[in-house]
């Protein structure tokens, strides 16, 4: 079967089309055609090696598609059903061998793409506004990388759950789509220091929550947006890591939370990855949550499709087609 794998660490180009056998599932797994891979920055994080990983490695971690083939011992799902499932690796792949409790079956009235678009930064969305900080109605939250894909999904459930959501973006076509679905307020953070304009725009109090996902270069600014006792959820690194800091620091900035959540944590168990997720999918069917779906790439041009993220060229999501 055709892969994407790499060997070293490093840019874009580490991203090698190759052959590898087709995986045969052993008991408890199902081995899943793929029809849509979806693309996550969490990738790039494998493939620099900000996030050290086996090598050789194929990175990917969400797939949708068919079931072709069951292992051993997997007796609740059959051959020709539409599946996803996430933080599983190697799905940057024709086919994907998936253990049956990670897999959640496709509703009808989805496609596959959407499912793969959908269902890691979805369930983050959803754990971050409903869990990590649950967001109450009439609170204002701030969301960076607004038009990103985790960005447009949490916009528009931070707004389901009344908030009042400000958002960051570079540029204003990113604004225009970050504003359709559903912020309040979008700073072109490129153009403006945002923690002033978060000031301005909250007449001086700031907000309950921040959602950050860049990282390094809104660090300390995202801690200057905050109300005193508000909560600073750091849950990505687009820019590069959040450097060490002293914890009295949060106490300077007005006695604030901090958390660094991951997905993983969220979705432990069986129930609770399929809680997240069903909510999602009917979400999606119901027509309530959006999901943007970027022109797709071939799984060819995987390498294509990291430059274009890591160079903020896209919005929503981006997917590989096998
Ligand atoms: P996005 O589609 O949001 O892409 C990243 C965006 O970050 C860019 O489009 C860009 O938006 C913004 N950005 C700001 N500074 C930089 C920079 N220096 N280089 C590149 N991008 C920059 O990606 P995802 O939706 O896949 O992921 C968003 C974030 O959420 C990532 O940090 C990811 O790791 C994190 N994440 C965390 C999870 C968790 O459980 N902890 C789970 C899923 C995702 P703009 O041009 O508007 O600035």
Same mark, same amino acid.
């Given at each position: 079967m055709?892969?994407i794998?790499?060997t070293?660490?490093?840019?874009?180009?580490?991203?090698?089309?190759?052959?590898?056998?087709?995986?045969?599932? #052993?008991?408890?797994?199902?081995?899943?055609?793929?029809?849509?891979?979806?693309?996550?920055?969490?990738?790039?994080?494998?493939?620099?090696?900000?996030?050290?990983?086996?090598l050789?490695?194929?990175?990917?971690?969400?797939?949708?598609?068919?079931?072709?083939?069951?292992?051993?011992?997997?007796?609740?799902l059959?051959?020709g059903q539409r599946?996803?499932?996430?933080?599983?690796?190697?799905?940057y792949a024709?086919?994907?061998?998936?253990?049956?409790? #990670?897999?959640?079956?496709?509703?009808?009235?989805?496609t596959?793409?959407?499912?793969?678009?959908?269902?890691?930064?979805? &369930?983050?969305?959803?754990?971050?506004?409903?869990?990590?900080?649950?967001?109450?109605?009439?609170?204002?939250?701030?969301?960076?990388a607004?038009?990103?894909?985790?960005?447009?999904?949490?916009?528009?459930?931070?707004?389901?759950?009344?908030?009042?959501?400000?958002?960051?973006?570079?540029?204003?076509?990113?604004a225009?789509?970050?504003?359709?679905?559903?912020?309040?307020?979008?700073?072109?953070?490129?153009q403006t220091?945002?923690?002033?304009?978060?000031?301005?725009?909250?007449g001086?109090?700031?907000?309950?929550?921040?959602?950050?996902?860049?990282?390094?270069t809104?660090?300390?600014?995202?801690?200057?947006?905050?109300?005193?006792?508000?909560? &600073?959820?750091?849950?990505?690194n687009?820019?590069?890591?959040?450097?060490?800091?002293?914890?009295?620091?949060?106490a300077?900035k007005g006695?604030? &939370?901090?958390?660094?959540?991951?997905?993983a944590?969220?979705?432990?168990?069986?129930?609770?990855?399929?809680?997240?997720?069903?909510?999602?999918?009917?979400?999606?069917?119901?027509?309530?949550?959006?999901?943007?779906?970027?022109?797709?790439?071939?799984?060819?041009?995987?390498?294509?499709?990291?430059?274009?993220?890591?160079?903020?060229?896209?919005?929503? #999501?981006?997917?590989?087609?096998?």
């Amino acid at each position: 079967m055709k892969v994407i794998q790499f060997t070293q660490t490093g840019g874009p180009d580490v991203l090698t089309l190759t052959d590898l056998p087709t995986p045969s599932p #052993k008991a408890g797994d199902v081995l899943v055609r793929h029809t849509a891979i979806g693309i996550n920055y969490i990738d790039t994080y494998h493939r620099t090696g900000l996030y050290p990983v086996p090598l050789p490695y194929v990175p990917g971690s969400e797939g949708a598609g068919v079931i072709e083939k069951l292992g051993e011992g997997v007796t609740d799902l059959t051959v020709g059903q539409r599946v996803a499932y996430v933080m599983q690796p190697g799905a940057y792949a024709e086919y994907s061998s998936v253990p049956a409790d #990670k897999l959640v079956l496709i509703p009808d009235g989805m496609t596959d793409q959407q499912a793969a678009a959908v269902l890691l930064q979805g &369930m983050t969305a959803h754990y971050l506004a409903f869990t990590t900080y649950p967001i109450r109605p009439g609170d204002t939250v701030l969301i960076h990388a607004g038009a990103g894909g985790v960005g447009l999904l949490l916009t528009q459930i931070a707004r389901m759950r009344g908030a009042r959501v400000i958002t960051t973006v570079s540029i204003e076509e990113k604004a225009q789509l970050s504003r359709e679905n559903g912020a309040d307020e979008v700073i072109l953070y490129t153009q403006t220091d945002f923690a002033d304009e978060v000031k301005r725009l909250t007449g001086g109090q700031g907000v309950h929550a921040v959602y950050d996902s860049v990282g390094k270069t809104t660090f300390e600014g995202s801690l200057n947006c905050l109300k005193p006792v508000g909560m &600073m959820v750091s849950f990505g690194n687009a820019s590069g890591a959040v450097p060490p800091f002293a914890p009295a620091l949060l106490a300077s900035k007005g006695s604030l &939370m901090f958390t660094r959540p991951s997905l993983a944590h969220y979705i432990l168990t069986r129930s609770a990855l399929l809680e997240r997720a069903t909510t999602l999918f009917n979400w999606v069917v119901e027509g309530k949550l959006t999901v943007h779906i970027q022109p797709t790439y071939a799984l060819a041009d995987a390498a294509q499709a990291h430059r274009d993220l890591e160079a903020r060229k896209t919005t929503g #999501k981006l997917l590989l087609i096998p």
